[in-house]
């Protein structure tokens, strides 16, 4: 008796493994485009193939699903299901946008009709890049442009959103071949200039002085999130629908015109992505912009966790002037600077802090000192301390996570809307371009007949200050056409002749080459680097381009 009763156990657990063993495995084993390499605004077929790699067929209706960074672009059937050993090919259209994308294809789902041996190689990856077309390259390749800080009309509550937005969009058109400025070149002639980045003359003015011929300036006009949160006992789920909307206008640099206007919009729907809900995020950093703009420089309260965001306001009660902050330990060591920012008269700045230095390192427990810097005095007006203490705050979300611009800010919904429009922002600007490029070069080429159009002459110049970082700052830039990477040798030199009514060096004579320094950072009429090799360096030591 025993003995057939191990014979029956042993037929069921043979029976039980040849089902197991004999059923369909769906696998995606290849996916290919049409054309290989796509223009942006073509029609692409995207075309994948499925295999049924397990040892019985696959019967009835199932669905291939096609998602295009995360969003889902259609989901087309396999009608009468799959036999063993056989493969199927599904097609789907895509319009193509500018930028490097990530297709993913999914057999058996959305609905997972088919019971598999194995339902976790379903999945199958592919990215690309679109590009603009040649001719497109080409009739951009005289024109030079800069790129102006967005301005957020969007109420989010995220960080960095104007700058995030600006910084994402010349890292596209960069990669789609337009010469851009950066930003930060922008707005540190603004800022030595005292120029007023609110007015579309002067920013065309500073775009002038870089040689800029075309100038984008736009708005984050949209950041709307639905939050749906349910709770079934211990299972809590969060979803949201966002959309996400922004306008861009070109501007002729040379005549200050708004040459071209035009906008776009981004959806997406699912989870959220955060650790914390949107909802907590907004809460979190709305009322502190309240409390730190009632004057003076402030911050939203006296002491951190380890990790958390620190929020600084300053309200200004003068003249409109440019501003920075700076960070140091209670010991006085400089950590980084936070950023340059204009303010009107009783207009608030508002500044965050990650807790790193200017080497992205995490700074540990502490007292830890904001400076304000003002422009026109050349000197710090204010400061303000705070304290980080041991221990995570767990109520507030990673400061990447509600960054726009950052890594984590872009794998959530937020992040995928806010780069859906841009890539369509993107797109209809560089149509824009297209279309205005030969009025705005006839402009150009018009001025320089006249004598009027900018130009630059690179030359030789003297280490003006050796900053605390140990920065070393020389005292020419763009106006004399230093540009960020370039070398400059240090010279050691004798018999130095400086004409005394303008400070210009005449003559001098080279005794040795002390040192290298290559250029990190150029404004108009300073430019920043840092020694290539160790050397001693002085303040008036001649500076001159490095040999190529």
């Not at 920013?203 to 006009?221: F, M």
């Not at 705070?386 to 872009?410: C, H, M, R, W, Y």
């Not at 110049?461 to 370039?486: C, F, M, P, W």
């Not at 080279?510 to 050397?535: P, Q, W």
């Amino acid at each position: 008796m025993k003995r057939l009763s191990l014979i029956v156990s042993l037929l069921i657990i043979l029976l039980t493994t040849g089902v197991a063993l004999s059923q369909p495995d769906l696998v995606v084993t290849d996916i290919s485009l049409q054309p290989q390499s796509p223009h942006a605004g073509q029609e692409v077929t995207i075309t994948a193939t499925v295999r049924n790699a397990g040892t019985s067929d696959a019967e009835g209706r199932f669905y291939v699903r096609f998602l295009m960074d995360g969003t889902q672009i259609d989901a087309p059937s396999i009608s009468f299901g799959l036999d063993a050993g056989r493969t199927k090919a599904v097609s789907v259209s895509w319009t193509a946008q500018l930028g490097t994308h990530t297709i993913v294809v999914e057999a058996d789902q959305p609905f997972d009709r088919i019971d598999e041996s194995n339902e976790t190689n379903n999945t199958k990856p592919a990215a690309f890049v679109v590009s603009i077309s040649p001719s497109s390259a080409s009739r951009l390749a005289s024109l030079k442009v800069a790129v102006a800080r967005f301005d957020d009309r969007s109420g989010s509550g995220f960080i960095n959103v104007g700058e995030g937005v600006a910084d994402e969009l010349t890292a596209r058109l960069v990669n789609s071949g337009v010469r851009v400025l950066e930003r930060s070149e922008l707005e540190a002639v603004m800022q030595e200039r005292g120029l007023n980045p609110v007015l579309t003359q002067d920013l065309a003015t500073a775009g002038q002085i870089l040689e800029a011929d075309l100038l984008i300036i736009g708005s984050v006009t949209k950041v709307n999130v639905q939050q749906v949160s349910f709770s079934l006992g211990f299972l809590s789920v969060s979803s949201a629908a966002v959309d996400v909307a922004m306008s861009a206008r070109l501007v002729n640099v040379y005549t200050t015109e708004i040459v071209k206007a035009v906008s776009s919009e981004g959806k997406e729907e699912g989870t959220t992505g955060f650790s914390v809900d949107i909802g907590k995020i907004v809460a979190l950093s709305q009322p502190a912009s309240t409390s730190i703009c009632t004057g003076g420089l402030l911050r939203d309260r006296p002491c951190y966790g380890f990790g958390e965001t620190a929020h600084i306001g300053y309200q200004n009660s003068g003249l409109p002037d440019w501003y920075r902050v700076d960070i140091y330990t209670s010991g006085g060591t400089w950590l980084k600077v936070l950023d340059w920012q204009y303010i009107n008269t009783n207009g608030c700045g508002q500044w965050f802090w990650d807790q790193r230095d200017a080497s992205n390192i995490q700074m540990g427990p502490g007292t830890y000192t904001a400076k304000l810097w003002n422009n026109t005095s050349s000197s710090y007006i204010a400061s303000v301390n705070f304290q980080i203490k041991p221990g995570f705050g767990l109520a507030i979300p990673l400061i990447d996570e509600i960054t726009v611009g950052s890594n984590q800010f872009d794998e959530t919904i937020v992040g995928r809307a806010t780069n859906s429009a841009l890539n369509e922002l993107v797109f209809k600007l560089i149509q824009g371009m297209e279309e205005v490029a030969p009025a705005v070069l006839a402009t150009r080429g018009a001025l320089a007949l006249a004598g009027e159009a900018p130009t630059s002459e690179a030359r030789e110049g003297q280490i003006a200050r050796i900053l605390d970082d140990e920065r070393i700052a020389i005292n020419i830039g763009a106006s004399s056409g230093v540009t960020k990477g370039d070398f400059f040798q240090v010279l050691d030199t004798t018999n130095l002749i400086v004409d005394p009514a303008t400070g210009k060096v005449l003559a001098y004579d080279v005794l040795n080459v002390k040192g290298e320094i290559v250029i990190t950072e150029v404004r108009d009429l300073v430019s920043y680097g840092v020694k290539t090799s160790d050397f001693d360096a002085l303040v008036g030591d001649i500076v001159r381009p490095s040999a190529p």
